[in-house]
Antibody, heavy 121, light 110 residues
Framework: QVQLQESGPGLVKPSETLSLTCTVSGGSVSRYYWSWIRQPPGKGLEWIGYIYYSGSTNYNPSLKSRVTISVDTSKNQFSLKLSSVTAADTAVYYC???????????????WGQGTLVTVSS | QSALTQPPSVSGSPGQSVTISCTGTSSDVGSYNRVSWYQQPPGTAPKLMIYEVSNRPSGVPDRFSGSKSGNTASLTISGLQTEDEADYYCSLYTTSSTWVFGGGTKLTVL
């Protein structure tokens, strides 16, 4: 049973880079696709991007210029970097596994518990 | 990116059934089955309830069901229980290999 845990600073200054890590337990990061999703306080979910262990990525077009997702197979982790942050980037950030079976894929299961990142000076 | 439209809120009494809609276009929801649904009680992470329009993961009660008609996918909860009170989100995996979420629907169990 795969479990995910986000970690990283809870406070980031405007214009700096937000950095978060998702640690995978109960499974190998080399097996699935992995995603980051965020949720501003009181608002809905926004997909940020995904990565495969080979390094293949795809990002939300609205965030693409500021986002980098990477994977570290030696640590069984994947990471998110979001540059030039503003107050609008304040959100709970979730990591999630992209679900699949023999012939289908495209859902998120499981999710990490989420971590709140506040952008403020 | 395409947008998915959900009603902001729905409500029902214990034991009743409610349906939450998720409307896209003929180019996305109408053409593909990669729609999933998530339940998010207050202060918790989302949980997968339905994938590929109508498939239920193990452990999800059969009171939860999904369907699609035309450009609209739907989540139906029958035999409402107080613990079903939560926000519900639909999601679509697009042809651009990206995902988009609906705006979310708050379910109130009266």
């Amino acid at each position: 049973q795969v479990q995910l845990q986000e970690s990283g600073p809870g406070l980031v200054k405007p214009s700096e880079t937000l950095s978060l890590t998702c640690t995978v337990s109960g499974g190998s990061v080399s097996r699935y696709y992995w995603s980051w999703i965020r949720q501003p306080p009181g608002k809905g979910l926004e997909w940020i991007g995904y990565i495969y262990y080979s390094g293949s990525t795809n990002y939300n077009p609205s965030l693409k210029s500021r986002v980098t997702i990477s994977v570290d197979t030696s640590k069984n982790q994947f990471s998110l970097k979001l540059s030039s942050v503003t107050a609008a980037d304040t959100a709970v950030y979730y990591c999630a596994t992209v679900g699949s079976d023999s012939s289908r894929w495209g859902w998120f299961d499981p999710w990490g518990q989420g971590t709140l990142v506040t952008v403020s000076s | 990116q395409s947008a998915l439209t959900q009603p902001p809120s729905v409500s029902g009494s214990p034991g009743q059934s409610v349906t939450i809609s998720c409307t896209g276009t003929s180019s996305d929801v109408g053409s593909y089955n990669r729609v999933s649904w998530y339940q998010q009680p207050p202060g918790t992470a989302p949980k997968l309830m339905i994938y590929e329009v109508s498939n239920r993961p193990s452990g999800v009660p059969d009171r939860f069901s999904g369907s699609k008609s035309g450009n609209t996918a739907s989540l139906t909860i029958s035999g409402l229980q107080t613990e079903d009170e939560a926000d519900y989100y639909c999601s679509l995996y697009t042809t651009s290999s990206t995902w988009v979420f609906g705006g979310g629907t708050k379910l109130t169990v009266l």
